[in-house]
């Protein structure tokens, strides 16, 4: 059964600190993994990694996706009262009639305090 | 059916034109799911229904922006008074678990581009 596995399932850490997320899957026919900052209302997406090694950056916010070992990690540096929220792991695969389907992780639930 | 289907495949609408995107979701799946996808980016949440009821509209990028599911099955995305920025890919998936994280299963998508 495909699935995606996300931690820690919370975390609370003080502005400054960095925080790394760790997201792993086992699925077959991957396309793509994604990362997703939820907060009051509906997720936005954040990345999408479909190769090893190669670094996705968008300000204090990066990821990698290793699929050898089959996950990714989601880093953010410098971290802000803002960034306090839901961060989701979706992976993209393929299923056996080649249509596309998504599988959720649960999310790590990250609080930042002043 | 095998898989969600959505129809039309490709649609170009000229600016300022509405438009209507249907979604025919897997049979007996509770949970349907719009996203909208611009090319190289990752799929972005617009709206979320349970059955018939819409539970999740806050993706919706603007009021120009509605989608419905009257019998809690075939559901339509309608865009009024399209603009170029509404160019993208939009993509059905359907879920047979109510909740909006479980394994979802998408449609082949339509590309909408605005003119």
């Known amino acids: 059964e495909d699935k995606v596995v996300q931690s820690p399932l919370s975390l609370v850490v003080h502005e400054g600190d960095t925080v790394t997320l760790n997201c792993s899957y086992e699925?077959?026919?991957?396309?793509?993994l994604l990362w997703y900052k939820q907060e009051k209302k509906a997720p936005t997406f954040l990345f999408m990694l479909t190769s090893s090694g190669i670094e996705k950056k968008s300000g204090r916010l990066s990821s990698i996706l290793d699929k050898k070992e089959l996950f990714s990690i989601l880093n953010i540096t410098a971290t802000q009262t803002g960034d306090s929220a839901i961060y989701l792991c979706?992976?993209?695969?393929?299923?056996?009639?080649?249509?596309?389907?998504?599988?959720w992780g649960l999310g790590t639930s990250l609080a930042v305090n002043p | 059916g095998a898989g969600v289907s959505q129809s039309p495949r490709y649609k170009v609408a000229k600016r300022g034109q509405d438009v209507a995107l249907r979604c025919d979701p897997i049979s007996g799946h509770v949970s349907l799911f719009w996203y909208q996808q611009a090319l190289g980016q990752g799929p972005e949440f617009l709206t979320y229904f349970q059955n018939e009821a819409q539970l999740d509209k806050s993706g919706l990028p603007s009021d120009r922006f509605f989608a419905e599911r009257p019998e809690g099955s075939v559901s339509t995305l309608k865009i009024q008074r399209t603009q170029q920025e509404d160019s993208a890919v939009y993509l059905c998936?359907?879920?047979?678990?109510?909740?909006?994280?479980?394994?979802?299963?998408f449609g082949p998508g339509t590309r909408l581009t605005v003119l």
């Open positions: 979706a992976v993209e695969a393929h299923n056996a009639g080649n249509n596309r389907k998504l599988i």
């Open positions: 699925v077959t026919n991957f396309r793509s």
């Open positions: 998936a359907s879920s047979s678990r109510s909740g909006p994280y479980n394994e979802q299963f």
